[in-house]
């Protein structure tokens, strides 16, 4: 009883420490805003010393650090470009950086999204990014936004700051932030990566295009391919991301140069940079035009027909007949049904874990019709009397379905029952069946 009464005793104590702690970091943080708003235009002995090797530059001076210490960047996106944009401009001395995620750090995030570390999986993307650019740069202020950027906010959040930098990974949000961008007349330096490829231009900068300009209607979702399902080396998003650095620091300082109506092409394969010119402002542009129609902001789910986050979207093609759930293939492989069960993801993503008996025939050779009479061919073999049921997995239960909707005609042609597809794929497996089945 003594020691549970001890117990509680510490806990209350642990508990108004950490309150006090909150408390003092706000006054500090507060402090320090207070003395940073006053001496704006002079830099002080830290500083100097600090940012002596940049400002010792032609192209910066004092007078370029004094414009960098005065400007306001919000980066959209603690990921993969976001981590390393944010790390540069925090180390050039930008007075204030928000930070922008609705997100929290997990494990796949770690290969690329170096300000967060092992410790700070499970908590705010934005805690942990302030953390890390806190620890480097005290003399700026970090503020965060633990949010998802949406129609309703983004106006609000985007007009505290100077220059907006697009480290998000989806087109609903490139859309929010580009029209959000034009309505309040702010740059919006855009940076995408993939696999090892990535591009960067600058929207809406010294009369150039804008993002609708080059593109005035979304992509189709099912042509839309995120980190998440085509993977990315981190060296590639370190790049990108450090580029849009640079180019934010270009507009501060007004030097020329920018990337305002070019787009950076950047193969990491071949390690070669292209610059390819883009076509000029679009005269009857939906949001930039003289005669714009498009005077606030829209519903971007609906407008692109996908979900505003990096997170892996669902998508819903087939009728509940041509589906199955691994509730029901695992009864099925119990009774030993003769079946085939045709794996769709890459060879490197089969390489990592696989179902038993399943063979493994790429969406790409699919869709393309490359391996499909191997299909066909395979299953009127082993069929003998009822046309032998054919089953379709892939990660995470949406190439599945785009191989049902493509076989599905080729089966019928032949007269064999239509292949279905295992609703949620392998992650549903391991959360349904076998919670020692590898999720990747
Ligand atoms: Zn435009």
Known sequence: MESETCIAELENDIRALRKQLIQKVQQLKTLKKHFQKNCINKLNNNEIARYSRQIILSGIGVQGQLKLKRASVLVVGAGGLGCPSSLYLAGAGIGRIGILDYDEVELTNLHRQLLHTESSIGLAKVESAEAFLEQLNSQIEIVTHHTQLSSDNALRILELYDIIVDATDNVATRYLLNDACILLNKPLVS????????????????????????????????????????????????????????????????????????????????????????????ADCAVCSEGASLTKLIDY????????????????????????????????????????????????????????????????????????????????????????????????????????????????????????????????????????FPIY
């Open 191 to 282: 940076g995408s990566a993939l696999q090892l490829e990535g591009q960067l231009t600058v929207y809406n900068y010294n009369g150039g295009p804008c993002y609708r300009c080059l593109f005035p209607n979304p992509p189709p979702p099912e042509t839309v391919t995120n980190c998440g399902d085509g993977g990315v080396l981190g060296a590639i998003t370190g790049v990108i991301g450090a580029l849009q650095a640079l180019e934010t620091i270009k507009i501060i300082l007004g030097n020329e140069g920018v990337l305002s109506g070019r787009l950076l092409l950047f193969d990491g394969q071949q390690s070669t940079f292209r610059n390819l010119k883009l076509r000029s402002k679009k």
């Open 301 to 436: 789910e609906q407008f692109c027909n996908m979900k505003a986050t990096d997170k892996d979207s669902h998508l819903s093609l087939l009728e509940p007949h041509e589906r199955i759930t691994v509730q029901e293939y695992k009864e099925l492989a119990d009774k030993g049904v003769p079946r085939m069960l045709i794996d769709v993801r890459g060879a490197n993503q089969f390489e990592i874990c696989q179902l038993p008996a399943s063979v493994n025939i790429p969406i790409d050779d699919i869709l393309k019709n490359r391996r499909t009479d191997e299909i066909l061919e395979h299953v009127s073999r082993m069929t003998t009397s009822a046309s032998m049921p054919v089953f379709i997995v892939c990660r995470r239960g949406n190439d599945s379905q785009l191989a049902v909707r493509h076989l599905s005609p080729l089966f019928q042609k032949s007269g064999m029952s239509l292949p279905r597809d295992i609703v949620g794929g392998l992650h549903a497996w391991t959360r349904g069946i076998d919670p020692d």
